[in-house]
């Protein structure tokens, strides 16, 4: 392979693990209930994108919710397991988009 494909390939991994790590970190703080995450992700998504974005770095998204919710509840660093709930994790950040969507089912 020619240097310029590695590099291509090298650059998009690297920007998957970089961005997915962002919004997976993102996603957790949101499951966790953090109202800053909340607020930093209705300021940057609507619902559609965001769950786009869910669901494209669904992997970093597991990988991230280990180490920072499984991992520390086994080491006895919390006192609860926040439960991986992806759909209430959305209906809390989005609220009013997603009675909408039930509505219009």
Do not use: H
């Not at 962002?22 to 300021?43: N, T």
């Not at 919390?78 to 009013?96: A, G, V």
């Amino acid at each position: 392979m020619s240097f310029w494909a590695l590099f291509i390939q090298y650059a998009f991994i690297l920007t998957y693990i970089v961005v997915g790590f962002i919004v997976a970190l993102e996603a957790v703080l949101c499951m966790s209930g953090s109202q800053f995450a909340i607020k930093w992700v209705r300021r940057l998504y609507n619902l559609k994108s965001f769950m786009i974005s869910v669901y494209v770095f669904y992997p970093m998204l597991w990988i991230v919710y280990f180490f920072l919710e499984v991992l520390p509840y086994y080491l006895g660093g919390s006192k609860e397991l926040t439960k991986f709930d992806i759909p209430m994790m959305l209906y809390r950040i989005f609220p009013e988009e997603c009675d909408k969507c039930d509505l219009e089912k």
